[in-house]
């Protein structure tokens, strides 16, 4: 009896060992959104090895680095996601508004019915299906993007899509095709509402969407280590392999 425990509790400790080394592999610094707290060098995991879900779980935290994440705010706003998202959220504002534009100055002036909404989108709902996922607070399918691909300052990142989305929802809102975003509501809500919940909830997603990513890292250590590998060609492109050999 007295050997078995001594086993359990050796076999705990390995355990526990191989969690905080497959933990050890991921530095804040580099994925994350603050320095790393420790200088202690951790050993390697064992291939295979992966922490414990709640041991991932903490891993994938971060606390909160307001000093270094300004200071690294050019780099931050240079992620392709973060520009993507950009981009991609501008071209579907332009594409919203210049399919409904017109048929939205064509109705008569006063209050709006559902049924005059529903016919100036008519069959045309890609636009407006992409435009009110885009453009309506919070914006959380940029904020999902950048929170995905950013480096460190995810919350930032999003912070500033949320304002940009603000920006240019009440532009949007200033003309014709405005109407369909705000429904049968008025102007000042849909300006309000993004005022209050697209910079907060933007950031919060973008957030979330890096825990999440750096939380399957740790869940799943192989995920981040398979590499595509190539083998060093010798001078007849079949490998370095020698030929002379008796």
Same mark, same amino acid.
């Given at each position: 009896?007295?050997?078995?425990?001594?086993?359990?509790?050796?076999?705990?400790?390995?355990?526990?060992?191989?969690?905080?080394?497959?933990?050890?592999?991921?530095?804040?610094?580099?994925?994350?959104?603050?320095?790393?707290?420790?200088?202690?060098?951790?050993?390697?995991?064992?291939?295979?090895?992966?922490?414990?879900?709640?041991?991932?779980?903490r891993g994938a935290m971060?606390?909160?680095?307001?000093?270094?994440?300004?200071? @690294? =705010?050019?780099? !931050?706003? %240079?992620?392709?996601?973060?520009? *993507? $998202? #950009?981009?991609?959220?501008?071209? &579907? @504002? =332009?594409?919203? !508004?210049? %399919?409904?534009?017109?048929?939205? *100055? $064509? #109705?008569?002036?006063?209050?709006? &019915?559902?049924?005059?909404?529903?016919?100036?989108?008519?069959?045309?709902?890609?636009?407006?299906f992409l435009g009110t996922?885009?453009?309506?607070?919070?914006?959380?399918?940029?904020?999902?993007?950048?929170?995905?691909?950013?480096?460190?300052?995810?919350?930032?990142?999003?912070?500033?899509?949320?304002?940009?989305?603000?920006?240019?929802?009440?532009?949007?809102?200033?003309?014709?095709?405005?109407?369909?975003?705000?429904?049968?509501?008025?102007?000042?809500?849909?300006?309000?509402?993004?005022?209050?919940?697209?910079?907060?909830?933007?950031?919060?997603?973008?957030?979330?969407?890096?825990?999440?990513?750096?939380?399957?890292?740790?869940?799943?250590?192989?995920?981040?280590?398979?590499?595509?590998?190539?083998?060093?060609?010798?001078?007849?492109?079949?490998?370095?392999?020698?030929?002379?050999?008796?």
């Open positions: 009896m007295a050997r078995a425990k001594r086993t359990e509790r050796t076999e705990a400790r390995r355990r526990h060992r191989a969690e905080e080394a497959a933990l050890a592999e991921f530095e804040p610094g580099v994925e994350g959104d603050a320095p790393a707290s420790s200088s202690k060098a951790q050993p390697k995991p064992a291939p295979g090895a992966r922490p414990g879900i709640m041991a991932s779980f971060r606390p909160l680095d307001l000093a270094g994440d300004l200071k @690294a =705010a050019p780099q !931050v706003f %240079a992620n392709w996601g973060f520009l *993507a $998202a #950009l981009g991609i959220t501008a071209a &579907t @504002a =332009a594409w919203f !508004v210049l %399919a409904y534009n017109d048929a939205m *100055a $064509a #109705l008569p002036a006063g209050p709006r &019915t559902t049924e005059q909404l529903e016919a100036v989108v008519g069959t045309n709902t890609i636009p407006y996922m885009a453009l309506q607070p919070p914006p959380a399918i940029g904020a999902f993007l950048i929170g995905f691909t950013a480096k460190r300052a995810s919350w930032l990142s999003g912070l500033v899509y949320g304002i940009f989305v603000t920006i240019l929802a009440v532009v949007i809102l200033q003309m014709p095709a405005g109407g369909l975003l705000s429904g049968l509501g008025t102007t000042d809500q849909v300006i309000v509402g993004h005022a209050a919940w697209s910079p907060v909830g933007a950031s919060v997603f973008a957030a979330a969407a890096a825990w999440y990513r750096r939380f399957l890292d740790l869940a799943n250590p192989n995920r981040s280590r398979q590499r595509p590998s190539k083998a060093p060609k010798g001078p007849q492109g079949r490998g370095n392999v020698k030929t002379n050999a008796r």
